[in-house]
């Protein structure tokens, strides 16, 4: 399996080999022709889309600068806000003796 991306416009999820392609003209005459230019999202064909990575707790993908690192985990923001409040409420109710 291939690096996954993610778009920042539509949040399409993609392997590297499912990106589309924008084309460019190049040249004069004879030699004239399309060449690949840039990756882009396969849905909307936006050229903005970062790598994606996945939650350890739901699976879903998020771009990299969304996770969150723990522990050699990474998580997507909502569930490490959820298993941060399930830990204060499990440890919060631990009485010092």
């Known amino acids: 399996m291939g690096q996954k991306y993610i778009c920042a416009k539509c949040d ?8 589309g392609v924008i ?3 190049i040249g004069e005459g004879v030699m004239r022709g399309q060449y690949p230019a840039e990756s882009c999202c396969p849905n909307c064909g936006s050229t ?5 990575r996945e ?15 723990l ?3 990474q998580y997507c ?3 490490a806000k959820r298993i941060h409040e399930e830990f204060e ?3 919060g109710k631990i009485k010092p003796c």
């Not at 903005?48 to 994606?52: M, S």
């Not at 993908?61 to 996770?67: G, V």
């Open 48 to 52: 903005e889309f970062d790598e994606a």
């Open 77 to 79: 923001y909502e569930c």
């Open 71 to 73: 522990d050699n985990w």
């Open 89 to 91: 409420e499990k440890w």
């Open 23 to 25: 084309y460019e003209t």
């Open 55 to 69: 939650c350890g707790e739901c699976g879903e993908y998020y771009a990299e600068c969304d996770m969150i690192y």
């Open 12 to 19: 399409e999820v993609f392997d590297e080999d499912e990106a």
